[in-house]
């Protein structure tokens, strides 16, 4: 099945119904917690995450403690964590920038500035925050499932989510979300075709599996 033989944006309509307003796996309450979490959790497994934000936040509760520290001083909560060095300045760095939890940016050009933030960390972040989508979430699971799908192709997020968003209306951008959701619960490395609501209008379920 070809990606131009599908009216994508009615196809998807389904698939954004499941999971609308589902939030992100990781375990955050506030902007200030979303913004530390998606650094974090770069080449990292939300579980990991999620384990070890409590004591963190215990420490850190807001932006204005963070501030405060030194990157050494977040090692004893985050060094089970890939590249935790790197992380700990990044986000010393972020805090001595924004100082407190009103002052975090919620536009995608603001947040992308900030080290440790690209697109999909930020996207995440607005998305949380409930400010309106200026791009759509592309993270491992994305990559997977959307050329599985066929809606989208190639292995760069940056040109993954340009297509996505060239192909979708705004107010179906949360399609990220969605997609992710899916792959980490259907549309696995091993996929569960015959379970998936997209089965019908999937390019793989229609080349392997029927």
């Known amino acids: ?10 196809a998807v309509k389904p698939l954004l119904k499941k999971y609308k ?3 992100h796996p990781l375990e955050a309450k506030n902007a200030y917690q979303y913004m530390v979490l998606v650094v974090l959790s770069a080449q990292s497994n ?20 963070l501030s405060n520290a030194t990157p050494e001083a977040l090692y004893p909560y985050i060094s089970k964590i ?24 919620l536009s995608m050009e603001a947040l992308v500035k900030l080290p440790g933030i ?5 996207n995440v972040i607005l998305r949380e ?19 599985r799908l066929g809606i989208a192709e190639g292995e760069d997020p940056t040109k993954m989510e340009k297509q996505l968003m060239e192909l979708l209306p ?14 980490r619960e259907v549309c696995r490395p091993k996929p569960e075709c015959e379970k998936c ?14």
Request: proline residues 6%; positive net charge; contains cysteine.
């Open 1 to 10: 099945m070809k990606k131009d033989a599908v009216n994508w944006p009615e």
């Open 129 to 147: 925050a409930g400010a309106p989508a200026e791009g759509i979430i592309v993270d491992l699971h994305v990559l997977r499932v959307a050329p």
């Open 170 to 183: 705004k107010d179906q951008w949360d399609i990220g979300m969605a997609l992710s959701f899916l792959g």
């Open 21 to 23: 307003g589902k939030p």
């Open 118 to 122: 690209g697109r999909k960390s930020a």
């Open 46 to 65: 939300d579980n990991l995450i999620n384990n070890i934000a409590p004591e963190l936040f215990k420490a850190f509760p807001n932006m204005q403690a």
């Open 82 to 105: 890939r590249n935790y060095g790197n992380k700990a300045k990044w986000l010393t760095a972020i805090a001595a920038a924004i100082k407190k939890d009103s002052n975090i940016p």
């Open 197 to 210: 609501l997209m089965n019908k209008v999937c390019a793989y379920y229609h080349s392997n599996v029927i």
